[in-house]
């Protein structure tokens, strides 16, 4: 071990409100930053990035070259978001460290995310959180081979501790939204876990790439255009996609104003597009949202983040209780990625020109 002074980074996962399947079209979305995060500490030093985890059911040990070549065959399979992450900051000195976590994986709160963000902060990023996302972003769809957008690793990069973040996918904006002093946001796993690679993410997005071919933007586009789509399925996905950007404008305003009666409605209707239009919900998470929906304090509750299992949020009155029997987190509106230690300043620094 090299003298190098110690370096903790850690990342936050993401809770998404509003808005999902929408930024991979430039759209609108609504996450926030939680209290769950991914932490990186350790020292530069060595030839390659040598890390070591107690996650749950990972393999303990990633190891990878400083330049890595190939991502596809490395394993463990964590190892190749850590090379791909590797691959994008390109350090001139290994690193040795171990990796933590409470962040449930494969529930749809952004592991994959937290740990590209810590990962590269560690290895010495020293970009704004834009930069650390779309660097991140980048690493994931090269491990993955997934066309995901950029939600996840700029809630985590970019975060505010009691706010949620209003993304402008298209201009990259990030409006911060105070939360309610009076509402608390519930989590609650359905059960059904799953990985992104392993489910028709890039069939959908597809879709809606060839939507895009008919009618122009998604972001741009008016509901009545989407009447020329002529493939049904196709037509569906793109009316979710109009009409959740649409909502969280719709929640942004309602949160604003703390009308409690819209913020059910629009949780409501988002969750009935998710499950009807665009098909990414299952049946445990459509009645998980039910039983929640209709628990006293509860304001409303939807699937959150890509669907096919995984988690659903809640708004509920403060101190309502998490249901019993189920893996629940009452989570917080958190600040973003830190790191700190190292050879350099503090991150977040002064962004690089
Ligand atoms: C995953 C992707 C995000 C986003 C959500 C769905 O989390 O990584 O980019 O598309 O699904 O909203």
């Given at each position: 071990m090299s003298a190098e002074a110690i370096v903790v980074a850690a990342a936050p996962g993401r809770v998404n409100l509003m808005g999902d399947h929408t930024d991979h079209t430039g759209g609108l979305v609504l996450p926030m930053a939680c209290d769950l995060r991914t932490v990186v500490e350790g020292r530069a030093g060595g030839d390659v990035v040598r890390l070591r985890t107690t996650w749950p059911g990972q393999a303990a040990e990633a190891v990878v070259p400083l330049r890595p070549s190939e991502l596809v065959g490395l394993e463990p399979p964590w190892s190749r978001l850590v090379a791909a992450v590797v691959a994008e900051v390109q350090p001139d000195r290994g690193f040795e460290g171990t990796v933590t976590s409470d962040l449930p994986i494969g529930?749809?709160?952004s592991s994959s995310a937290a740990l590209a963000n810590a990962v590269a902060l560690a290895l010495g990023?020293?970009?704004s959180p834009l930069e650390l996302a779309q660097l991140s972003r980048r690493a994931e769809q090269a491990a993955t081979g997934v066309p995901c957008g950029i939600m996840d690793q700029l809630a985590s990069a970019a975060g505010s501790a009691g706010h949620a973040l209003r993304i402008d996918c298209t201009s990259l904006a990030v409006e911060p939204v105070a939360l309610p002093e009076g509402l608390d946001v519930l989590v609650v796993h359905s059960g059904v876990e799953r990985s992104l690679d392993a489910t028709p993410y890039a069939a959908l997005v597809a879709d809606l790439t060839a939507a895009e071919v008919v009618v122009g933007p998604l972001r741009e586009?008016?509901?009545?255009?989407?009447?020329?789509?002529?493939h049904d399925g196709q037509r569906r996905r793109a009316r979710h996609v109009v009409t959740e950007n649409g909502r969280v404008d719709a929640l942004v305003a309602a949160l604003r104003a703390e009308d409690r009666e819209a913020i059910s409605e629009v949780l409501a209707a988002s969750h009935a597009s998710l499950r009807d239009?665009?098909?990414?919900?299952?049946p445990e998470v459509d009645q998980l949202v039910a039983d929640l929906s209709s628990?006293?304090?509860?304001?409303g509750a939807r699937c959150t983040g890509a669907g096919f299992g995984g988690c659903v949020v809640a708004l509920a009155d403060a101190g309502t209780a998490l249901p019993e029997g189920r893996r629940a987190w009452r989570l917080r509106p958190s600040d973003g990625a830190t790191c700190a230690g190292g050879a350099r300043p503090s991150w977040p620094g002064t962004p690089r020109r």
């Open positions: 529930a749809g709160l990023f020293a970009g586009a008016a509901p009545d255009a989407l009447a020329a789509l002529t239009d665009l098909g990414v919900t299952v628990q006293p304090g509860v304001l």
